[in-house]
């Protein structure tokens, strides 16, 4: 059975901090990729971040300098620190597991709200 638990939602200040963490577990396979993707209101999923297996990072241009995404293999977990943190960046932040050579796995997103 498959899991992928988030955490590390809530609503902030603009300009403030949120940490997110997905743990995986139950996936049969070595992970090749772990992300963040997100979607506002009205708009498509997009990434946000993403980390390899090797540390590889890749960030979107609008949350680069800001967020730092990192992971744990063997706790197959992944974070996302968010720092100076935007209204546009209000979301569901979704984590995304991908295995190698198997589909990815979402989690059930958590809700990010940046407002004064």
């Known amino acids: 059975q498959v899991q992928v638990v988030e955490s590390g939602g809530g609503l902030v200040q603009p300009g403030g901090s949120l940490r997110l963490s997905c743990a995986a577990s139950?996936?049969?396979?070595?992970?090749?990729?772990m992300g963040w993707y997100r979607q506002a209101p009205g708009k498509q999923r997009e990434l946000v971040a993403a980390?390899?297996?090797?540390?590889?990072?890749n960030y979107a241009d609008s949350v680069k300098g800001r967020f730092t995404i990192s992971g744990d293999s063997a706790k197959n977990t992944v974070y996302l620190q968010m720092n100076s943190l935007e209204i546009e960046d209000t979301a569901v932040y979704y984590c995304?597991?991908?295995?190698?050579?198997?589909?990815?796995?979402w989690g059930q997103g958590t809700q990010v709200t940046v407002s004064s």
């Open positions: 995304n597991i991908l295995p190698y050579g198997a589909k990815g796995y």
């Open positions: 139950g996936i049969g396979f070595r992970i090749n990729v």
């Open positions: 980390i390899t297996s090797g540390g590889i990072t």
